[in-house]
């Protein structure tokens, strides 16, 4: 394979750093990753992914082990010297009010900007973590130049590169993109960072590390927007009795719509979509232009998980009863919890006097941390066993291949299915009460 020269340094192996990390190794650009985190950095190093990602392990052998072309450290100074371009992929949590918080970014910053200060050689800070538009070129650009006493443009290369990765085929995005999306300060910084991705045949569109900033919060407010959207249309479709996959095969098949992400469900979590439009929309009271749209975007989405319920109380009141939550990720072929759908529908069930069990094929540990309130079983046999009501959250692939006798261990045939994957007419002709969202409620 091609090796190239140009070295890719990454600061922060969470899910979008160590991604990105072993695709550019994959590429053939010689990579290294630095963290804080001991365990992460020797997991990395023996090619074990400190996080669960479709393909990960695989590529991690490739590159890690066989190709020798990525590694970790924890020695800033290790990655910095052996750095060309150097992607900050670190997390940007948010702050109570949406904003974002910057603090990693911040002191990163200043320690990469006090190494600038000591070298003669052009190095290009790339900013890759989702950060409100203004940020690389307000408060990334001050505190390079400060700590380095150096000047942008002339001195080092400074851009912006947003991510536009969806968490389980991450890798597979990595290499299919839409679109690059390149935000730079100079021609040469421009040119710097679009060498890495001159092997790929889509558009890269060349803009301002603000443009850039704001493409990805508007991508993903979008999307966000566009599943409200769909939630609300499953909502009224209810009442109408009209079912929502027609209506969202209808209006996807025309190609201005689309038909992705019209997918009605429990609403949408993660580590993305609730974080970024909730920072846009913080942002759009900052500047005077509060989004009404955002607001209702996020409003839709908070009360979204709670239909499942609902629609369970349509047939049984839950106080008392033991309701079984099938899937607990936020979305499937993933552990990740954060902001999952599955902590309000089991909280709120709590709260109204309920048992809950929970079962996620992958989601076990996470999910333990994140709801521990509830009993986790280890199967979705032992979920199912004795339960009054189970509720299907997370669509994972096990779940679509049920067949009635799966669920003959409950002791109500009570199925909610919330994500509209199941096989309701065999269910239903078996006996069972299904429910299902965005379908006529009789
Ligand atoms: C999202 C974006 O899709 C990526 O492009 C972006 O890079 C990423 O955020 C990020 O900012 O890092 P991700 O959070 O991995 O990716 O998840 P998605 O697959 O986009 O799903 C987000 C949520 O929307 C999930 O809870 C999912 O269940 C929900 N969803 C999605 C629906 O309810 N219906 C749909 O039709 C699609």
């Known amino acids: 394979m091609t090796q190239f020269s140009t070295r890719v340094g990454v600061v922060g192996t969470g899910y979008v750093g ?13 990579v290294i990753c630095l963290d804080v985190v001991p365990e ?38 290790e990655m910095f010297t052996k750095s060309d371009l150097i992607f900050v992929c670190l997390p940007t949590p948010s702050s109570e009010d949406g904003s974002i918080d910057l603090g990693y970014i911040r002191s990163e910053i200043k320690e990469i900007g006090m190494l600038l200060g000591k070298t003669s050689e052009w190095k290009t800070i790339v900013v890759k973590s989702t950060v409100v538009p203004g940020t690389t070129s307000g408060v990334v650009k001050t505190i390079l130049e400060e700590s380095s006493g150096k000047q942008t443009g002339i001195d080092f290369g400074l851009a912006m590169n ?27 910084s421009f040119n710097h960072v679009k060498a890495l991705y001159e092997s790929f045949d889509c558009e890269i ?36 009795g009209v079912d ?87 979305k499937p072929d993933t552990d990740d919890m ?23 094929p992958i989601a076990k540990e996470t999910a333990r941390s994140a709801i521990p309130g509830i009993t986790h079983c280890n199967s ?13 959250v997370t669509e994972w692939s096990e779940f679509r291949e049920l067949k009635p006798q799966d669920f003959e261990r409950m002791n109500n045939k009570i199925i909610i299915d919330g994500r509209r994957v199941l096989d309701w007419v065999t ?10 969202l965005g379908q006529a409620v009789p």
């Open 427 to 436: 269910l239903q002709d078996s006996g069972y009460s299904v429910k299902v």
């Open 40 to 77: 992460k950095v020797e997991s990395i190093n023996q090619a074990q992914p400190p996080i669960f990602e479709n393909g990960l392990e695989e590529l991690l052998q490739k590159v890690v082990i066989e190709e020798q072309l990525l590694k970790a450290t924890l020695d800033r100074e």
């Open 338 to 360: 954060r902001e999952a759908p599955s902590i309000v529908i089991a909280n709120n069930l709590l709260q109204k006097g309920a048992k809950v069990k929970g079962y996620d």
């Open 18 to 30: 160590l991604v990105s990390g072993a695709c550019f190794a994959d590429l053939g650009f010689p």
């Open 380 to 392: 979705v046999a032992d979920l199912l066993q004795e339960v009054d009501a189970a509720i299907l």
């Open 162 to 188: 947003p991510e536009f990765l969806m968490e389980g085929v991450a890798i597979n995005n990595f290499s299919n993109p839409d679109r690059i999306v390149i935000g730079a300060v100079t021609d040469k």
């Open 205 to 240: 569109q060349k803009t301002t590390t603000s443009g850039a900033e704001m493409i990805k919060y508007a991508a993903n407010s979008f999307l966000a927007t566009k599943v409200s959207f769909i939630n609300e249309i499953a909502n009224i479709c209810e009442m109408l």
């Open 244 to 330: 929502v996959g027609e209506v969202a095969l209808g209006i996807g098949l025309d190609d201005r719509i689309s038909p992705r992400f019209l997918r009605a469900g429990v609403g949408f979590g993660g580590s993305c979509f609730p974080k970024d439009v909730k920072a846009l929309y913080a942002v759009s009271k900052q500047v005077s232009r509060p989004s009404n749209l955002l607001k209702a975007t996020l409003d839709t989405n908070e009360m979204q998980p709670l239909r499942v319920i609902d629609l369970l109380e349509t047939l049984i009141s839950v106080q008392g009863k033991t309701i079984g939550l099938m899937g607990l990720a936020f």
